[in-house]
């Protein structure tokens, strides 16, 4: 193992990481609160502190491991709580605010993508530029894998939580039982080699977009 590329990884994905999950899970309680649950900002999960939302497993440990072995890129932050069911309109509650995590992230690959922009605009070689490029890439990249991750209709995954608030309420009661067992799920997908297969195309495809809106630039 490199240990010298390893450190250049992570000191590039650790900012877009964390922004990333933190902002992911604040949409999630700020969209909750809009329909009236208050839980997540009662128990201080609205803040854009990171040190709040990071979980030790999902944050830290399998991203660094991933990136160490050049595998795609996911992870997770600490869920916040939401209580949908009683609302006035649960099921309208429980898509809106699965939608939103990722909606965030999707608006702030957009945002690396104006910061990318920006660092190129006003190249001058130096070593500052070239991290603050790859930075840029890698808030594009982990923003987009994490959106298209999370929108996977596996629960506890928020596609999982949009299926289940598609469903007919029995039917969605009975979908949303399969929360224990949808990491393990997401666990065999990544020892079988099918979540490569899920979120490989999402990573070309950005990339190339990347590639091709940045070449006039280059």
């Known amino acids: 193992m490199d240990y010298h590329d390893v450190l250049r990884k992570i000191s590039i994905y650790t900012i877009p990481v964390l922004f990333a999950v933190t902002l992911h899970e604040v949409a999630h309680g700020w ?3 809009s329909f009236g649950d208050r839980t997540a900002e009662l128990l201080g999960r609205l803040s854009l502190n990171p040190l709040r939302h990071i979980d030790p497993l999902g944050t830290l440990l399998v991203p660094g ?3 160490a072995v050049g595998a795609p890129l996911f992870g997770w932050a600490k ?3 939401v209580v949908t069911s009683v609302l006035p309109r649960p099921r309208l509650a429980l898509i809106m605010v699965a939608l939103a995590g990722p909606l965030a992230n ?3 690959a957009f945002v690396w993508l104006g ?3 920006a660092v190129l605009s006003v190249w001058s070689g130096h070593m500052l530029d070239n991290w603050l490029e790859r930075m840029a890439q890698a808030g594009i990249l982990v923003n987009v894998l994490l959106a298209v991750f999370n929108l996977l209709p596996i629960p506890p995954l928020d ?3 949009v299926v289940a608030g598609a469903l007919p309420t029995r039917w969605g009661a009975l979908f949303e039982r399969l929360s224990p067992f949808g990491m393990l799920i997401v666990l065999a997908l990544v020892v079988t080699g099918q979540f490569g297969w899920l979120l490989n195309p999402a990573y070309r495809a950005t990339d190339h977009v990347i590639s091709a809106l940045l070449r006039p630039l280059g």
């Open 115 to 117: 910061v990318l922009v």
């Open 65 to 67: 491991i991933l990136l």
């Open 79 to 81: 869920p916040v709580p």
């Open 31 to 33: 969209m909750a609160r």
């Open 159 to 161: 596609g999982g939580r």
């Open 106 to 108: 999707i608006t702030m």
